[in-house]
């Protein structure tokens, strides 16, 4: 059964910790995503991955930083956490370029920044 | 800007009843493509259905349909027969072709069946 890890489904941290939230894809998947949730907003994409590697921006970026070393694994960094950045939190990973494929989305991690 | 707006926060329906759930999109793309997902309160988001925007029938897959009218950039999710496991927000999302397989979201549609 293909897969979507996220390490953590709960996590508390102080403001100005730096923060890892780490998701694993086993479905050799090309392109890796993170997004927040938070309420009425729906899912805003932050920072996706189209090889190891490599990264683009997403729609909010700002406060975080990805890691991608292997191709299976998809870091999202928060530099210094602040209490704005209490949510949500999605990894999804898709095949690749060609077709069309829905995302496979992990159990997503709910942060909360005191 | 690519953007997918749904306009219900949130409804309620009978059990048993059928429910559409109702998704605007805009796109200048020639190719692209709408999905919904489910998600319930547990978090994990769930595939339902996908419409491809050159497909000529309406999608199905079990009690879910997707009522796509093109001209009107509108891709609603209709579901059938509902049932009490069909409560859960409901998320409208876009992908296009031309652009890394970037997805957009809508901000969500909470269903709440009632027995």
């Known amino acids: 059964d293909v897969k979507v890890t996220q390490s953590s489904r709960y996590l508390v941290k102080r403001t100005g910790e730096k923060v890892f939230l780490e998701c694993v894809q086993d479905m050799d998947h090309e392109n890796m995503f993170w997004y927040r949730q938070d309420p009425g907003l729906g899912l805003r994409l932050i920072y996706f991955?189209?090889?190891?590697?490599?990264?683009e921006k997403g729609d909010i970026p700002e406060g975080y930083s990805v890691s991608r070393e292997k191709k299976e694994r998809f870091s999202l960094i928060l530099e210094s956490a602040s209490t704005n950045q209490t949510s949500m939190y999605l990894c999804a990973s898709t095949p690749g370029a060609s077709g069309v494929e829905s995302q496979f989305f992990g159990p997503g991690t709910r942060l909360t920044v005191l | 800007a690519q953007k997918i707006t749904q306009t219900q926060p949130g409804m309620f329906v009978q059990e048993k009843e059928a429910v559409t759930l109702d998704c605007t999109y805009d796109t200048s793309d020639p190719s692209y493509g709408l999905f919904w997902y489910k998600q319930p309160s547990s978090g994990e988001m769930i595939f339902l259905i996908y419409?491809?925007?050159?497909?000529?029938q309406n999608a199905t897959e079990g009690r879910y349909s997707l009522n796509f009218q093109k001209a009107r950039k509108s891709a609603n999710l209709v579901i059938s027969a509902s049932q009490l496991g069909d409560s859960a927000m409901y998320f409208c999302a876009m992908w296009r072709e031309y652009n890394f397989n970037k997805f957009y979201f809508g901000s969500g549609t909470k269903l709440n069946v009632k027995p």
């Open positions: 419409q491809g925007s050159y497909d000529q």
């Open positions: 991955s189209y090889d190891v590697k490599m990264k």
